[in-house]
């Protein structure tokens, strides 16, 4: 399992807790709120509000929760209005990282992620800087217990995904972004069910990181970004050795 991904299987285990499972509630009420905002509040419509959607019904998110944030992109209750704005840059071993934010302080935010950065020995870069260096994707997670194999490939490929891959305990669907709402609705018809959804941005390529100073250092700094309530996601083209991984989680 390459290092990004076993990245994402180590959040989903931090993430069980309350505090964390809080914070992930509060970053898709963020998405919710500005993807109903920027393009109305029925996802039949709106393939963006339609995708956060997804990503809260798979973190269990009460839909009392989703309708009270699509609520509030419309403007039928008040709400803080937020800024999208994505950064770029370079942490430790040279692995170029992209975090995307919501907030309604870009000075505040700015000022924590170059802190978060220049802490870790990295540090922020131009615009586009590293953003080539990855593709957007629409992915989907399944946990392994009680899925068949085969069933779950021929449907999602049926479905218009691009690949299925097993990573550890669980089947990455990726999808072109502009299928990932259809790949969606037709597992779910399936009676499948997801542990993660949404759209990511994959990297290219990897950066080897095998010293271990370096990857705890670049493992802290994307732990401390992730943690920060103005950041949605963040992308890194790290591979990083399993043992060395394990040592972190």
């Not at 944030?69 to 704005?85: C, H, N, P, S």
């Not at 502009?178 to 990511?200: I, K, R």
């Amino acid at each position: 399992m390459s290092g990004h991904s076993k990245w994402s299987t180590i959040k989903r285990k931090k993430g069980a807790n309350d505090a964390k499972r809080g914070k992930m509630f509060t970053k898709l009420i963020k998405e919710i709120t500005i993807a109903a905002r920027t393009g109305g509040g029925d996802p039949a419509g709106n393939p963006r509000l339609r995708s956060a959607i997804t990503a809260a019904k798979a973190e269990n998110m009460p839909k009392d929760n989703i309708d009270r944030a699509i609520k509030k992109g419309t403007g039928d209750l008040d709400g803080a209005v937020y800024e999208e704005i994505l950064y770029e840059g370079y942490g430790p071993g040279g692995v170029a990282i992209l975090v995307e934010t919501m907030t309604d302080n870009k000075n505040r935010t700015v000022a924590d992620i170059r802190h978060f950065f220049a802490k870790s020995g990295g540090n922020l870069g131009e615009s586009n800087c590293v953003a080539w260096m990855f593709d957007k994707k629409g992915s989907l997670t399944v946990d392994k217990e009680g899925v068949k194999e085969d069933a779950l490939m021929e449907l999602a490929l049926e479905a218009g995904a691009e690949d299925v891959l097993e990573e550890g305990d669980i089947y990455q669907i990726l999808t072109a972004p502009e299928d990932f709402n259809d790949v969606v609705e037709q597992l779910e018809a399936g009676n499948f069910s997801f542990s993660d959804a949404g759209l990511v941005m994959l990297p290219r390529t990897t950066v080897e990181v095998s010293e271990e100073k370096t990857a705890q250092s670049l493992l802290r700094l994307l732990e401390s970004l992730e943690d920060h309530d103005d950041v949605q996601k963040v992308h890194a083209n790290f591979d990083i050795p399993d043992e060395i991984m394990d040592n972190f989680s």
